[in-house]
C-alpha cells in the first residue's frame, strides 16, 4: 500500500459482467458502453516459449465485450490469445481506446517477436499479436506492428514486446509495451515511433538480479497532453518500489507517485487526479493476491479507495463517478467487472462472489516479465 494513504471510501454496487475470459484494460465510448477486453484463453493451436520459458499454445479465444445498463454483447470475437495449459493468466487483447470516434485496441505477445512467424504460418489471425488495430464493425485490423519495432532492434539487447496499455493523446495514440519497456507513440497512419525507454532500478532487496525492470502497464493522458504510466516493476517485485510516470513528448520521465505494489492500470480524471490501480498490493512473490484501488491528488497526496480486489486488471469511471474494475482477471472463464461507488465506510465483498484464486504461475499475461540481468522473464 502506498505511505500515508487513507481508509477506503467506495464499496461494491454490484457485478456488471462475469464469466469473462482473463479479462484486461477497459474504457467509455461517447455512446455510453463500457467496453472490455478479454485476452482469452489460448488454445490447442502452435506454441511459442514465453520469456519466462513457458509454452504458451495459441487460439481464438479472445474477445471485446460491451455493456451499458444490463444489456452485453460482443462487439469483436475469436481474436488471438497466447496461454499456458488451463488458460489463465492469457495474453491476447489487452486494452481498448477510443481515439477520432473509432475503436482501437492492442494486442500483448509476450516473448521474442520473432516467433510470431511460426504462428502466422498457421493462421493469419495471429499476425494481430503484437499490434494496434482498429475495429469497425466487428472487423478488427491492424494498423501499427509494436512488436516488429523491438524486433528490429529495442532499446536494449533483450528481444521481448509486450504491448498491453493503450491511450489517446491529441495527435494519435500512445502504447506501453510491458515487454520492451518502452512507451511508442502511434500516428493516424500507423507510423510507430519511440517516445522514450524506461531505464531499470537498482534491486534493494538480498536476492534477485542487481536490477529490475520498470514493467510498465496502464497509460493515460492528462488534460494538459502529458502521458501518464503506471508501474508492474519486474522481478523480485519489491515492495512499495512501483510508480506513477509522467512522460513528456520529449521523452522526459518524471516521478509522479511512489510507494506501490505492482500496479496494473490507471485512469486519469477530468481535473488531473489519477486513479491507479494495483493488482497484488503485498507483491506478486508473496501469497496473497488481491490488489487496491488508489487516488492521487494533484498535490501527490495519496488516498485510498478500495482494498482487497481478487486480482483486479482492469479500470474504467462512468460519467456518474461509479468506478468499474475488471476483478478475477486471471481466470478463463470467471473474470468480472465490478461496479464500485462512494460509501462512507468500506463494505466487504458480498458472501458467495465468486473468487478465484491464481497463482504466480499464471500470471504470464504481463509478458513474462523480464528478469533484469539474467536474459529471463518473470511471471507477474
Same mark, same amino acid.
Given at each position: 500500500?502506498?505511505?500515508?494513504?487513507? +481508509? #477506503?471510501?467506495?464499496?461494491?454496487? &454490484?457485478?456488471?459482467?462475469?464469466?469473462?475470459? %482473463? $479479462?484486461? =484494460?477497459? *474504457?467509455? !465510448?461517447?455512446?455510453?458502453?463500457?467496453?472490455?477486453?478479454?485476452?482469452?484463453?489460448?488454445?490447442?493451436?502452435?506454441?511459442?516459449?514465453?520469456?519466462?520459458?513457458?509454452?504458451?499454445?495459441?487460439?481464438?479465444?479472445?474477445?471485446?465485450?460491451?455493456?451499458?445498463?444490463?444489456?452485453?454483447?460482443?462487439?469483436?470475437?475469436?481474436?488471438?490469445?497466447?496461454?499456458?495449459?488451463?488458460?489463465?493468466?492469457?495474453?491476447?487483447?489487452?486494452?481498448?481506446?477510443?481515439?477520432?470516434?473509432?475503436?482501437?485496441?492492442?494486442?500483448?505477445?509476450?516473448?521474442?517477436?520473432?516467433?510470431?512467424?511460426?504462428?502466422?504460418?498457421?493462421?493469419?489471425?495471429?499476425?494481430?499479436?503484437?499490434?494496434?488495430?482498429?475495429?469497425?464493425?466487428?472487423?478488427?485490423?491492424?494498423?501499427?506492428?509494436? +512488436? #516488429?519495432?523491438?524486433?528490429?532492434? &529495442?532499446?536494449?539487447?533483450?528481444?521481448?514486446? %509486450? $504491448?498491453? =496499455?493503450? *491511450?489517446? !493523446?491529441?495527435?494519435?495514440?500512445?502504447?506501453?509495451?510491458?515487454?520492451?519497456?518502452?512507451?511508442?507513440?502511434?500516428?493516424?497512419?500507423?507510423?510507430?515511433?519511440?517516445?522514450?525507454?524506461?531505464?531499470?532500478?537498482?534491486?534493494?532487496?538480498?536476492?534477485?538480479?542487481?536490477?529490475?525492470?520498470?514493467?510498465?502497464?496502464?497509460?493515460?493522458?492528462?488534460?494538459?497532453?502529458?502521458?501518464?504510466?503506471?508501474?508492474?516493476?519486474?522481478?523480485?517485485?519489491?515492495?512499495?518500489?512501483?510508480?506513477?510516470?509522467?512522460?513528456?513528448?520529449?521523452?522526459?520521465?518524471?516521478?509522479?507517485?511512489?510507494?506501490?505494489?505492482?500496479?496494473?492500470?490507471?485512469?486519469?480524471?477530468?481535473?488531473?487526479?489519477?486513479?491507479?490501480?494495483?493488482?497484488?498490493?503485498?507483491?506478486?512473490?508473496?501469497?496473497?493476491?488481491?490488489?487496491?484501488?488508489?487516488?492521487?491528488?494533484?498535490?501527490?497526496?495519496?488516498?485510498?479507495?478500495?482494498?482487497?480486489?481478487?486480482?483486479?486488471?482492469?479500470?474504467?469511471?462512468?460519467?456518474?463517478?461509479?468506478?468499474?474494475?475488471?476483478?478475477?482477471?486471471?481466470?478463463?472463464?470467471?473474470?468480472?467487472?465490478?461496479?464500485?461507488?462512494?460509501?462512507?465506510?468500506?463494505?466487504?465483498?458480498?458472501?458467495?462472489?465468486?473468487?478465484?484464486?491464481?497463482?504466480?504461475?499464471?500470471?504470464?499475461?504481463?509478458?513474462?516479465?523480464?528478469?533484469?540481468?539474467?536474459?529471463?522473464?518473470?511471471?507477474?
Amino acid at each position: 500500500m502506498a505511505g500515508g494513504a487513507s +481508509a #477506503a471510501t467506495l464499496s461494491i454496487k &454490484g457485478v456488471v459482467l462475469d464469466g469473462l475470459a %482473463n $479479462p484486461r =484494460g477497459m *474504457t467509455f !465510448g461517447a455512446d455510453g458502453w463500457l467496453y472490455v477486453t478479454e485476452a482469452g484463453a489460448g488454445g490447442t493451436g502452435p506454441s511459442i516459449i514465453g520469456g519466462a520459458g513457458d509454452t504458451l499454445s495459441y487460439g481464438e479465444t479472445g474477445a471485446i465485450t460491451r455493456w451499458r445498463a444490463g444489456s452485453r454483447e460482443r462487439v469483436a470475437e475469436n481474436l488471438p490469445s497466447l496461454a499456458a495449459e488451463g488458460g489463465f493468466g492469457a495474453t491476447g487483447v489487452h486494452d481498448v481506446t477510443f481515439y477520432n470516434g473509432s475503436l482501437y485496441t492492442v494486442f500483448g505477445f509476450g516473448g521474442d517477436p520473432n516467433q510470431r512467424d511460426g504462428l502466422v504460418a498457421s493462421t493469419s489471425n495471429a499476425l494481430l499479436l503484437g499490434q494496434v488495430a482498429r475495429v469497425i464493425g466487428g472487423t478488427v485490423s491492424p494498423i501499427a506492428d509494436i +512488436a #516488429a519495432l523491438e524486433r528490429d532492434g &529495442g532499446p536494449d539487447d533483450e528481444r521481448n514486446s %509486450n $504491448p498491453y =496499455g493503450l *491511450t489517446s !493523446g491529441p495527435d494519435g495514440l500512445f502504447v506501453a509495451d510491458a515487454g520492451g519497456n518502452d512507451i511508442l507513440s502511434v500516428a493516424e497512419d500507423g507510423a510507430v515511433n519511440p517516445v522514450t525507454f524506461i531505464p531499470p532500478t537498482p534491486n534493494p532487496l538480498p536476492f534477485g538480479p542487481p536490477v529490475y525492470q520498470s514493467v510498465p502497464t496502464g497509460i493515460g493522458t492528462a488534460p494538459d497532453g502529458t502521458i501518464l504510466v503506471s508501474e508492474l516493476t519486474g522481478f523480485p517485485f519489491p515492495e512499495g518500489a512501483a510508480r506513477v510516470l509522467s512522460v513528456r513528448p520529449d521523452g522526459h520521465l518524471s516521478t509522479v507517485a511512489t510507494g506501490f505494489t505492482n500496479l496494473i492500470d490507471l485512469v486519469v480524471g477530468s481535473t488531473g487526479e489519477i486513479f491507479a490501480l494495483e493488482t497484488d498490493s503485498d507483491s506478486l512473490l508473496n501469497p496473497g493476491t488481491t490488489g487496491s484501488l488508489f487516488k492521487i491528488l494533484t498535490d501527490g497526496t495519496v488516498e485510498l479507495l478500495f482494498d482487497g480486489l481478487e486480482n483486479p486488471t482492469g479500470l474504467a469511471i462512468g460519467s456518474d463517478g461509479t468506478f468499474y474494475v475488471g476483478v478475477n482477471g486471471l481466470s478463463p472463464t470467471g473474470g468480472q467487472v465490478l461496479a464500485l461507488a462512494p460509501s462512507i465506510a468500506p463494505v466487504p465483498l458480498p458472501a458467495g462472489l465468486p473468487l478465484l484464486l491464481a497463482g504466480i504461475g499464471s500470471l504470464g499475461y504481463l509478458g513474462r516479465r523480464r528478469r533484469s540481468g539474467t536474459g529471463e522473464t518473470c511471471n507477474p
